[in-house]
């Protein structure tokens, strides 16, 4: 299975790391819009677990973030609207993925527990997991790449 057939399965779970969300949520990057029009028109699934919810929540309360003045009643609506909750399977239940970065690793563990799915990421120790990854019906690819592949044709 390529990459780009399982991009574009419908309700495909789509996995974001805190730093993808922060970008669409709070910097209002470009691909945020994109992303968001994804999830709105049910082509694609955001998948969380509780342990992603709290290491956003995390992230946004520590006070780095002020400068950016986070509307966080209207963050708090996108993510009720468009994230759904997910209980990590056990460890072990899967293929692993041993993320160098400790922290990410709940993110892989969820992607490979959703297979075919996409996890979308900017931390280089996640990205340097995708070609093994593809092996186990995970994509993993930054945000622009994403759009690039899950563009509707025509």
Request: glycine share 4%; hydrophobic share 50%.
């Amino acid at each position: 299975m390529t990459v780009r057939m399982s991009l574009q399965s419908a309700a495909a779970p789509l996995i974001l790391d805190t730093n993808v969300v922060l970008d669409w949520l709070v910097f209002r990057h470009a691909c945020g819009a994109a992303l968001e029009l994804a999830l709105r028109s049910g082509a694609w699934r955001w998948t969380v677990t509780a342990a992603m919810n709290d290491e956003f929540d995390h992230v946004l309360g520590r006070g780095h973030l002020d400068d950016w003045r986070p509307a966080r009643a209207a963050i708090d609506a996108a993510r009720m609207a468009y994230a759904t909750l997910a209980q990590p399977s056990a460890p072990g239940g899967f293929a692993k993925l041993r993320c160098t970065d400790a922290d990410d690793q709940k993110f892989i563990d969820l992607a490979l527990q959703l297979a075919p799915s996409t996890l979308l990421s900017r931390d280089r120790a996640v990205l340097k997991l995708a070609r093994r990854a593809r092996a186990v019906d995970v994509a993993i690819l930054t945000p622009e790449a994403w759009l690039r592949l899950a563009q509707p044709v025509g």
